[in-house]
């Protein structure tokens, strides 16, 4: 019996092995270059989970700026050029979301982070006219909507801070609580106490969450893994958070006053819109808001805050360039005065800091993936629908190809003679196209403001010494190990 079902075994692998073969010399398609990799769990087992970026950097480095890999059951294609990025991105074929577990099985297309077609294109566009239309509304202080909260945190953290002067501090409870409340106000129209049980528990799931998101995570890419205990243990925490999130959602959005028709923020201004459409609701269903809104908290949150904590980190590294920005600051600003909207485009050598800082440690360095949504062929190869479309960030921002010395840290290289910004079209932290960051505005001045106070009113060092050479920690966004930083007034 033994020897019959080893028999049976050898015909059917030696059937498989023999299809497969076939298969494979008849398929004429050109397929990109790229590894061996093994069956249902592809490249996975050689990714350095601690480190993705730099496995497929030494892909990239053999097989070049465009090739394929499985990953597990998501075939990929890595690419590395920006300018095809760029033009690929303005496609619509190419503008799906990866087939990842988190997308569908977790959000099942909902959102905008996770979203395609008629409700991804309802929604962005509804949320971008919001957004512009609260950049346009002026407060009493004169400052417009968006700014004037973003101050309020950037006060909040600056007042912090001064409880700290002189001793070594962790910033991360204080940036997320003053940054999560900026979106929180933004997106709700709430600002929570630093021990408001909620906001305490939401920040929980934001940390958590996005470890477990992580794009290399191997539940995306073999969701039958959810069985396992480990993965169970994972998906609980994950769907549990989004069902608790979504009851609180609901309670803010039932608190609106939906007859108002001017709206302070998102979740008012989907109220007044569910309030126009009169149970005609198309794609603004409930489901679908509480999707948004927790896709514009998580997304606005993580990203500010990681790529300011990197910018502090390397001030402290950099001490003459932290000199430079506060002499500039000096001049635009002074010392007493508050940073305003107007002075931030002549903070010239601050913005260059943060474009080099986010090129050389970009907190998304395997950018945010999108998928084919059609069978196409790219640079004449055959790319079948549902591949995964990966912009490899890191590898464009540090390709002797495209800038000169890569690996320095140089934020001159962002200056012009005559100290204009320069903003080379390869150079995409919040990517490109059709699907570009819908925050970056948002992003952008909360970085800058956020900043600008800190050298503003504080020198910064470090309590230890940080290695920039050792890797960083990577979940969804690579964030710099703990550090714990010493700021002291000026
Ligand atoms: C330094 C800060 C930020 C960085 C580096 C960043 C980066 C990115 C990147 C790379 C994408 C992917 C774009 C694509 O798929 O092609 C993205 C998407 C997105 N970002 Fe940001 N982001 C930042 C801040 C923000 C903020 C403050 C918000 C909201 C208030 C936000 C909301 C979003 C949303 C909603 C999407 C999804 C867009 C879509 O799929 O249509 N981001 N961001």
């Known amino acids: 019996m033994e020897l019959f079902s080893y028999f049976n075994l050898q015909t059917l692998f030696i059937f498989v092995f023999t299809f497969l073969l076939v298969f494979h010399l008849l398929d004429r398609k050109k397929r990109p270059p790229g590894p061996f990799c093994l069956p249902i769990v592809g490249y996975l087992p050689f990714i350095n989970k601690e480190a993705p970026y730099q496995t497929l950097l030494k892909l990239k480095e053999k097989y070049g700026n465009i090739f394929a890999i499985q990953m597990g059951f998501v075939p990929t294609l890595v690419i590395s050029d920006p300018y095809l990025i760029k033009r690929l991105f303005l496609m619509e074929a190419f503008c799906g979301r990866a087939p990842l577990y988190l997308t569908f099985g977790i959000m099942q297309g909902y959102g905008l982070i996770c979203s395609e077609g008629q409700i991804w294109r309802d929604h962005r566009k509804f949320v971008a006219h919001v957004l512009r239309n609260l950049g346009k509304y002026k407060t009493a202080s004169g400052r417009n909507l968006i700014e004037e909260v973003i101050i309020n945190g950037v006060d909040d953290f600056v007042m912090d801070l001064r409880h700290n002067t002189g001793q070594p501090v962790n910033i991360t409870p204080y940036l997320r609580h003053s940054i999560g409340n900026i979106v929180n106000e933004l997106v709700f129209g709430v600002t929570y106490k630093m021990e408001d049980e909620t906001w305490v528990y939401l920040q929980h799931l934001l940390d958590e969450g996005f470890k477990h998101v992580a794009v290399a995570g191997p539940l995306n890419f073999l969701p039958f893994l959810r069985h396992l205990p480990k993965f169970k243990k994972t998906m609980k925490f994950i769907l549990e958070g989004k069902q608790k999130t979504h009851i609180h959602y609901e309670e803010i959005l039932q608190s609106i006053d939906s007859d108002k ?230």
């Open 261 to 490: 028709h001017e709206y302070r923020n998102v979740a008012e201004a989907y109220m007044i819109e569910l309030e126009k459409k009169r149970g005609n609701v198309g794609t603004f269903t409930k489901q679908q808001i509480y999707h948004v809104l927790a896709d514009l908290f998580g997304a606005g949150t993580d990203t500010a805050m990681t790529t300011i904590k990197w910018i502090l980190l390397y001030m402290t590294k950099y001490p003459d360039k932290q000199e430079r920005i506060q002499e500039e600051l000096d001049s635009v600003v002074g010392r007493n005065n508050d940073v305003q909207m107007g002075d931030l485009a002549k903070l010239r050598y601050l913005e260059a800091f943060t474009m080099e800082v986010q090129r050389i440690n970009n907190i998304l360095p395997l950018g945010v993936p999108h998928s084919c949504t059609e069978d196409r062929i790219v640079e004449g190869y055959y790319v079948k629908k549902g591949t995964m479309i990966l912009p490899f960030l890191w590898a464009m921002n540090l390709d002797p190809n495209l800038w000169k010395d890569p690996e320095n840290f140089r934020p001159e290289r962002f200056l012009d003679e005559y100290n204009n910004i320069i903003k080379p079209e390869f150079f995409m932290p919040f990517q490109t196209g059709r699907r570009v960051c819908l925050g970056e505005d948002i992003g952008k001045l909360t970085i800058s403001f956020f900043v600008a106070a800190v050298l503003q009113n504080f020198n910064v060092t470090l309590k230890d010494d940080y290695d920039l050479n050792e890797n960083a920690e990577y979940g969804f966004t690579l964030v710099p190990r703990y550090y714990e930083l010493i700021p002291t007034c000026r």
